[in-house]
C-alpha cells in the first residue's frame, strides 16, 4: 500500500520490470560496483531494480555496464 501512496505522489504509473538485479547477481557484481561501471548512484541501481523507471541515458550506461551491446537492450529492460 505504501509504494501506490508514493507511486500516486510521483506520478508514477506502473513499475516497469527488468532483468538488472538477475544479470547483476550472475556476473557477481554488487550494486556498488555495477553503480561505479555504469556511473550512477547505488540508490540508482536499487531504484531500477525495484521497477522504477529511468531516463534513456541511465539504461544504456547500465546495460553497457552489465556488458550487452545496446541492440540487447530487451534482454536487460524487456518492457521499455
Not at 3 to 14: E, S
Not at 34 to 63: F, H, Q, W
Request: net charge positive; aromatic share 4%.
Amino acid at each position: 500500500m505504501h509504494n501506490l501512496i508514493m507511486f500516486a505522489i510521483l506520478g508514477v504509473k506502473r513499475m516497469l520490470p527488468n532483468h538488472v538485479k538477475e544479470i547483476r547477481e550472475s556476473l557477481l557484481l554488487s550494486k556498488a560496483e555495477l553503480a561505479r561501471k555504469a556511473d550512477v548512484s547505488p540508490l540508482t541501481i536499487t531504484r531500477i531494480e525495484r521497477g522504477y523507471p529511468c531516463r534513456m541515458e541511465t539504461m544504456r550506461k547500465i546495460i553497457l555496464a552489465l556488458g550487452f551491446k545496446l541492440t540487447d537492450k530487451v534482454d536487460v529492460f524487456p518492457e521499455q
